[in-house]
């Protein structure tokens, strides 16, 4: 099943025995149960892409917070997503060493050839495009990361081999 | 040189292979302190061999640690020790490689920094986005519990200690070593204010020691083989060796494990291979996102952290991040600033509100709609932000010392675009 | 005491406090904004910033915060060195970045803390040239309006909400200059003690909602210091009047009683005031039922020939000041009179005061409250009898903090810092209860127990105490908490209507006293004067003895007491069979007026004075902030009126306040104290009556110009020392008569502190209120009466759930609070639920003697055996008892309702959005 369908059957569905199994096995690490709130929502983003309202309202059940407490931590940090995404979501260098390297030409064709800007998902739900504070790979500037995988030196081809095919209207307002 | 931090790297062996890491030398630290040193023996060696923190602030590693309190002055409860591999500082591309590489010397910094403070529990607070880090250190880890090196009773020993990697859901701030407990405790990090330092009520209020990776990276090394031989390391003043990294326009970008006092010079002239054809250097930022433009005149400085201070920058992390004579100073600033303001934690006025204030100044100017004025306002806002203190943390005022150097070495680049009314670089 | 320097000027500070409070308590002026007196610093506004300089040599110095630097002996400031004016105009500046300058349309504006921080930092060119920030607001219920884009990110509301207020439905979400502060979705602010936000923010993000719909600026409002009529806490507050309307009600600081903060009930429970339920006129019975309205003199007079040589009977009430109860007790006789309890209120309050007077335990403040470092609740869900208290009692069990705090030496405004040491280690506080009380949240031991329990439980503590064998684990681990703790509070109350209750908690007392420690003990009790009348009762009648004697009597005056409240509807016929006739005076309709015979509309106690005495024995005087509309008098005054009237020996030489008030202080030697619980009619301030309006006041000529063009006369109040005018001084007066705080550049109620002999303490006018009872340390009795309930297979035992909103008669008619009373319940645990086959929001009959109500079903946590909990002091439970059994049956006709709560504003549908969530998405 693809995590679209997943977050289609989201609404009103509450945490699998999985997730909260994982959920369980991180509140062996901490004191409090609030602790694991962010391994929590990580943990649910992974299975379903993102962590929508009734999701959100399940962790903290579990972890003994308020839903308010768990919606300042999770709007908190970059990395949860309290919005759908895409399949994947391409984390896009835009920190001063791949900003030397020309980033802003790269995110310019990458956003021409899947017909999105930062905050938008393709018309097919394949890919999120957000920008990501350096990636630590300044080396190998500029980079992203597409899904789990580091893409480096990227270049006009290497955005060509990656999404050239991608032939997709504008997507919908994220 | 003798390679330290790095005389694993580029090894056949997978990254995680215990056996491999053993066979070249590892846990001998290890099974030397377990066997022969109390805590009080591996602090006093630490504190000896002058290693300084390798975060950013290079504060001394073993002043930092007497600062815990001694167990039976403390109340009853758990110590902790924290690794900080956050690592989201711009240009700066260290620890990743030394987790990704060589994951078992980061483990064995940590029970032995956390052995000498008396913890019982560790974390790896580690970017999310580290994806390979994140899995090399978890097998790591599964293997030095199978092989009785985590958990309890090590080696022997009677000590205990549990370890954990903890993924960031990502925010530059978590760096900081207070927020970076908060995010531990699984709370919005802000960062806390200090004192109470973490030594004496960190991580869910107990006594806490936040490290670098590199940091920890150099505690087996220096546990084996003794404070005197790691004092040799360094060139000059400071101890050891250190990663040192170029990016930018130079011909062999990367990182180098090299002595602490390497001329930078050196390092981007020969490491780093020089400029790339067409284009020359104009400056540079030492360590980092967070540390004032140094230029041409400074590249006869050694790399050491007083050196540079007294230069006007800070060493930082140690990677630094080449400004060339073809891209604009003020949209480098401008892209630091974005990303500063961008990461503030909301938690303070000046960061929260004054950051987004600069980058709009900024912004105008780099899009020609500066006006005399707005330099006035600049420094204005450098004063208002930039010194340690008039903030909450150190985010804020790291934030302004690119602008504030730029304002010094580039003033007449700020002054062609709001005179031009546009960008002279494009 | 450290000396330190402030611009070279040499200042004497307390010892242990910070740079910004010592700056406040020396009368300089540092701007501040996240600080709070009562919450401490965290140090995120950067506001109060100055110079430390290392020593005398150092020139340049360094910006430290004034919240977070705590004074050190010979440290050196400075708060006018340009650098740190500028760095404070520039905090201001950049606050103002996104603050979308709405104030000709703000509720705050005229009393806003921001506005007042920037005119103080000079702040008044703006540079900055990009877009502000836009919020979407939120829906927060029927008490609180919300308006985001005015938030300067303090933080003070989610720390006053969830820190200090206990409260988990607010807080700060998203970050960097995105911050967002509200509700994870819309909704009702769940927690008592909401409406402090109006006060707690500095800016207009928290407004009274309200007060909103019939908005008047600070400086319009007419004031009068008064005293809540909520519950019997008596907490000071201030209320303000315009066009004849009260229109809200701000709190007033007592130190010793509620300091910063009231309750929801206390804040928002006034708008009966303004409703049409009031008595307009006099009215007399017509033999068709229906009432004609006379004017005042011609009901006095007919009211005269009624009572004229008769036989004249009078109830009391227990929510009416002292001097209309010692009136009405005097017109009609000691042995006439009935303070107005029910019968068991009569007997629990006769209990309570004296062991108030004989008690070796100390009768604590409410600030006292918060010294304790353990706590036994015995039977009483505090924060909905006597909700302030439980705000204390929240901040008690933060001690165990502050000891581990001083233990590594940091101070106690070290907000952040201190909680992060503590983490969740909180004092003990023991709550033993028949179902979920309100504490339960920070309670180390819930224990459930059926009140009968509660009582032997008390006693099994005692034994346990004595070192007696004990075989209950619980009572020997409370004992020894109580016995390990240096000032230990314990909290009882009549609200469980069980005598053995209070025994208990008296003998536990007793008992640790003898152990030679500290014992606090305080009752809560039902009512804001139940204290006072219970000392006006002595020689008289309870209710049921009034009543089987009432036929022999010709005529019964009732004083503001519904007596549907505290009767039976057998009792009730009694009352009025013929052949008595009844006048009754109240301040809104009810049905013991559409009872009686004649009808006396009273005055409100925003309309007039009168004295209260709350639950720890403290007299305090409330003034009428405007006067009553024409045909409304106070009670007291149709008591003096029908005195005159019939001739009454003493009490027709009366014709002022003050009269009475000495009378009544000379009644009875424990009300000597009357006459200090606030100044005379005669007091001057520098020749001066004390002004009720600001001296910015406007429209005084032309505000009832569109009733008529002709500029009336300003009233006169010739019964209390203030004026309904302008005119005086709003200065150093004494704390009782402050109508509202105002100082030059400190418009917002922050300028309290320049009332403050220093910053969180007393007022410079001394403490308002007069203890009238002090124990004469006997000891009390503590035999508990013991009293098992038998209880027979499905029956269940009546417990009393008192809520903030709806158990009080009167705040309940005040639209909002009715709307959050929502309908009474009937409270089940959830095995009983489940037996019964019903679930939240399903229909329960309850069945008693044969009577029977149907009420909707509501879940609690944790319930005591054998027990059900039923809404007090709603209509519908009247006939509802504490401690009868009932048995109970599923109502299959039950309809279920919609949520009562109309959100009637909610305007946006969808949930918020909030801008910059996830930053990046
Ligand atoms: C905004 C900010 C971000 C930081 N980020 C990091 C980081 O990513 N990694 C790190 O090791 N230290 C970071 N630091 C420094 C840490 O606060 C802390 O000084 C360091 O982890 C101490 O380790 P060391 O003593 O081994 O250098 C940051 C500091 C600030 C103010
Ligand atoms: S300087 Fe202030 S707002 Fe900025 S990151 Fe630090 S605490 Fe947060
Ligand atoms: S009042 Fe001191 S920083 Fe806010």
Redesign the interface.
């Known amino acids: 099943m693809s995590k679209s369908q997943m977050i289609q059957t989201d609404r009103g569905s509450v945490l699998t025995a999985q997730e909260i199994a994982e959920i369980d096995a991180e509140l062996g690490?901490?004191?409090?149960k609030?602790?694991?709130?962010?391994?929590a929502?990580?943990i649910v983003q992974a299975k379903r892409g993102w962590v929508s309202?009734e999701c959100?309202?399940a962790i903290a059940r579990h972890l003994e917070m308020?839903?308010?407490?768990?919606?300042?931590?999770?709007?908190?940090?970059?990395?949860?997503?309290?919005?759908p995404?895409g399949e994947k979501v391409i984390?896009f260098c835009?920190?001063?060493?791949c900003?030397?390297?020309g980033c802003d030409d790269i995110k310019q064709k990458i956003s021409a050839a899947l017909g999105v800007d930062?905050?938008e998902t393709t018309a097919d739900n394949q890919y999120?495009l957000?920008?990501?504070?350096?990636?630590?790979?300044?080396?190998?500037?500029p980079v992203m990361?597409v899904g789990?995988d580091?893409v480096t030196h990227l270049d006009e081809a290497k955005v060509k081999a990656l999404f050239g095919d991608v032939k997709v209207e504008a997507g919908g307002d994220? | 040189m003798e390679k330290v931090l790095t005389r694993n790297i580029g090894l056949e062996q997978e990254p995680t292979n215990l056996k491999a890491y053993e066979a070249n030398g590892g846990y001998q630290g290890l099974r030397k302190a377990m066997a022969q040193m109390s805590p009080k023996d591996c602090q006093d060696v630490i504190s000896a061999s002058n290693l300084r923190g390798r975060g950013g602030a290079g504060f001394p590693t073993g002043m930092k640690w007497s600062f815990v309190p001694a167990a039976e002055k403390s109340t009853p409860g758990h110590r902790y020790l924290v690794c900080n591999a956050d690592e989201m500082e711009p240009g700066t591309f260290k620890d990743r490689l030394l987790m990704e590489c060589d994951p078992h010397q980061l483990i064995e910094g940590m029970i032995l920094a956390a052995y000498t403070i008396g913890a019982d529990i560790s974390y790896i607070f580690i970017r999310g986005e580290y994806i390979v880090a994140i899995q090399r250190l978890r097998d790591a880890l599964a293997e030095c519990y199978g092989a009785g090196l985590l958990g309890e009773n090590i080696l022997g020993s009677g000590y205990s200690l549990h370890m954990h990697v903890h993924p960031s859901a990502g925010r530059y701030i978590c760096g900081e070593e207070t927020a970076l407990i908060n995010a531990l405790e699984g709370k919005r990090a802000n960062p806390r204010a200090k004192p109470p330092f973490p030594q004496v009520s960190g991580l869910w209020g107990r006594p806490t020691i936040v490290n670098n990776v590199e940091t920890l990276c150099n505690i087996p090394h220096i546990i084996d083989r003794g404070a005197d031989w790691f004092k040799t390391l360094g060139l000059g003043e400071d101890a050891g060796t250190k990663l040192f990294g170029v990016s930018g326009k130079v011909n062999n970008p990367g990182c180098w494990e090299l002595p602490m006092g390497t001329p930078i010079r050196e390092i981007i002239e020969q490491h780093a291979g020089g400029m790339q054809d067409g284009y020359q250097l104009k400056g540079f930022l030492p360590g980092g996102g967070s540390t004032d433009f140094l230029t041409a005149e400074h590249l006869d400085l050694a790399m050491d952290y007083n050196v540079i201070g007294a230069a006007g920058s800070r060493m930082g992390t140690g990677t630094m991040i080449i400004l060339d004579d073809r891209t604009c100073p003020v949209g480098m600033v401008l892209n630091l600033i974005r990303f500063f303001a961008h990461e503030s934690c909301g938690f303070c006025t000046p960061c929260r509100d004054g950051l987004p204030w600069s980058r709009q100044v900024l912004q105008d100017i780099e899009e020609g709609r500066g006006q005399p004025e707005d330099l006035e306002t600049l420094a204005y806002q450098v004063r208002y932000i930039g010194a340690i203190g008039n903030t909450h943390c150190a985010l804020a005022p790291g934030a302004m010392e690119p602008l504030q150097s730029a304002l010094k070495y580039f003033y007449n680049d700020f002054k062609q675009h709001i005179s031009a009314g546009r960008c002279p670089y494009h | 005491m450290p000396t330190i320097f402030v611009d070279g000027q040499e200042l004497q500070v307390n010892d242990g406090e910070n740079i910004l409070e010592a700056c406040l308590n020396a009368g300089l002026d540092l701007p501040y904004f996240c600080w709070h007196p009562a919450m401490g610093s965290i140090g995120s506004c950067r506001q109060c910033a100055l110079v430390q300089y290392q020593n005398e040599e150092d020139t340049r110095g360094r910006i430290v915060m004034g919240c977070m630097t705590g004074v050190t002996e010979g440290a050196r400031f400075s708060l006018n060195a340009e650098n740190a004016s500028e760095f404070r105009e520039a905090v201001v500046e950049s606050l103002m970045l996104n603050h979308p300058h709405d104030c000709p349309v703000c509720a705050e504006g005229g009393e806003c803390h921001l506005q007042d921080m920037t005119v103080m930092v000079g702040h008044r060119d703006r540079r900055y040239k990009g877009k502000k920030n836009t919020y979407r607001n939120q829906y927060l219920g029927p008490l609180i309006h919300h308006e985001m884009n005015r938030c300067i990110t303090c933080y003070r509301c989610e720390r006053y909400y969830k820190d200090y207020a206990g409260g988990r439905d607010l807080g700060a979400q998203a970050s960097h200059d995105h911050l967002y502060f509200g509700r994870h979705e819309e909704g009702v602010l769940e927690n008592e003690f909401s409406g402090n936000l109006v006060e707690v923010c500095p800016t207009g993000v928290f407004t009274d909602k309200p007060f909103l719909k019939q908005y008047s600026r600070k400086w319009d409002l007419q004031s009068a210091p008064s005293i809540c009529t909520g519950c019997a806490v008596g907490c000071n507050t201030a209320p303000g009047e315009r066009y004849g309307k009260l229109k809200r009600v701000h709190n007033r600081y007592n130190h010793e009683v509620n300091g910063y903060f009231l309750c929801d009930r206390g804040r928002f429970g006034s708008g009966y005031i303004n409703s049409d339920a009031r008595l307009d006129y006099a009215g007399i019975k017509k033999p068709d039922g229906s009432f004609m309205a006379v004017h005042q003199q011609q009901a006095l007079t007919t009211a005269a020939s009624w009572m004229q040589g008769k036989k004249v009977v009078g109830i009391g009430s227990p929510r009416a000041s002292m001097e209309a109860n010692y009136l009405l007790r005097e017109l009609v006789g000691a042995e006439n009179f009935s303070s107005g309890f029910s019968d068991t209120d009569s007997d629990l309050m006769a209990a309570v005061l004296k062991i108030l007077k004989t008690t070796k335990a100390s009768n604590p403040t409410i600030k006292q409250m918060e010294t304790a470092d353990a706590i036994l609740v015995l039977g009483e869900d505090v924060t909905n009898t006597a909700p302030r208290a439980a705000l204390a009692m929240r901040q008690a069990l933060r001690n165990k903090s502050f000891e581990l705090a001083e233990q590594i030496g940091l101070p106690k405004w070290q907000d952040a810092a201190v909680r992060n040491l503590a983490q969740d280690q909180l004092s003990p506080m023991i709550v033993v209860s028949a179902m979920d009380t309100r504490l339960d949240d920070v309670a180390s031991h819930c224990i459930s127990l059926a009140p009968d329990q509660i009582a032997e439980f008390a006693v099994m503590v005692v034994e346990a105490m004595a070192g007696e064998a004990v075989a209950d684990k619980q009572a020997k681990q409370v004992a020894s908490i109580l016995q390990q703790a240096k000032n230990p509070l314990i909290v009882s109350g009549t609200s469980m209507q069980h005598r053995g209750i209070i025994n208990g908690a008296v003998a536990v007392a007793e008992a640790l006293i003898s152990k030679d420690s500290n014992v606090m003990l305080s009752l809560c009790v039902p009512e804001a004067n139940s204290l006072g009348s219970a000392m006006l009762s002595k020689g008289s009648k309870t209710l049921s003895q009034l009543v089987s004697t009432v036929a022999d009597a010709d005529v019964l005056l009732v004083m503001e007491n519904d007596l549907e409240r505290r009767l039976s509807a057998g009792q009730i016929d009694l009352l009025t069979a013929d052949g008595t006739q009844v006048i009754a005076m109240d301040v809104l309709e009810n049905n013991t007026l559409g009872a009686s015979d004649m009808v006396l509309p009273a005055a409100s106690f925003a309309e007039s004075e009168g004295t209260l005495v709350n639950m720890e024995g403290r007299a305090q005087r409330y003034f009428p902030v405007f006067q009553p509309a024409a045909e409304r008098l106070a009670s007291w005054q149709w008591l003096l009126k029908l005195a005159a009237e019939t001739g009454h020996k003493s009490l027709s030489k009366l014709q002022h306040f003050d009269q009475v008030v000495a009378a009544c202080a000379e009644s009875q030697s424990d009300l000597a104290g009357l006459i200090d619980a606030a100044p005379d009619h005669s007091f001057r301030d520098r020749g001066l009556k004390i002004p009720r309006q600001t001296h910015r006041y406007s429209g005084r000529t032309a505000m009832n110009a569109a009733v008529s063009v002709h500029e009336p006369q300003q009233p006169k109040d010739t019964e209390t020392p203030l004026s309904y005018s302008m005119e005086g001084l709003n200065r150093d007066q004494p704390s009782s008569l402050r109508p509202y705080v105002w100082s030059p550049g400190w418009n917002s109620n922050q300028s309290l502190q320049k009332f403050q002999a220093e910053v969180d303490g007393p007022l410079k006018g001394g403490t308002a209120g007069k203890r009238l009872i002090v124990s004469s340390s006997k000891g009390a009795v503590s035999k508990a009466p013991k009293s098992t309930m038998e209880m027979q297979p499905h029956q269940w035992q009546l417990i009393p759930v008192h809520r903030v909103h709806g158990s009080d008669e009167l705040s309940v008619s005040t639209d909002e609070i009715a709307e959050l009373a929502g309908y009474a319940c009937i409270a089940l645990g959830s095995v009983v639920a489940e037996k019964l086959g019903v679930d939240t929001g399903d229909g329960v009959c309850v069945s008693v003697d044969g009577e029977e109500v149907s009420l909707e079903v509501q879940i609690l946590q944790r319930v005591a055996k054998n027990c059900i909990g039923f809404s007090a002091g709603y209509g519908e439970t009247l006939s509802l008892h504490a401690g009868s059994t009932a048995s109970l049956s599923k109502d299959t006709n039950w309809q279920r309702r919609s949520p009562q709560l109309i959100a009637s504003d909610r305007t946006i549908a969808d949930p918020v959005i909030i801008d910059g969530g996830s930053a990046h998405v």
Not at chain 1, 66 to 83: M, P
Request: glycine fraction near 6%.
């Open positions: 690490h901490v004191p409090y609030s602790g694991a709130a962010i391994d929502l990580k309202d959100l309202q308020s839903a308010e407490e768990l919606e300042g931590v999770a709007t908190f940090y970059n990395l949860i997503y309290r919005r995404v984390l835009d920190s001063v060493s900003w030397i390297c930062y905050g999120t957000l920008p990501v504070p350096c990636l630590g790979a300044c080396d190998r500037a990361m789990d580091l994220q």
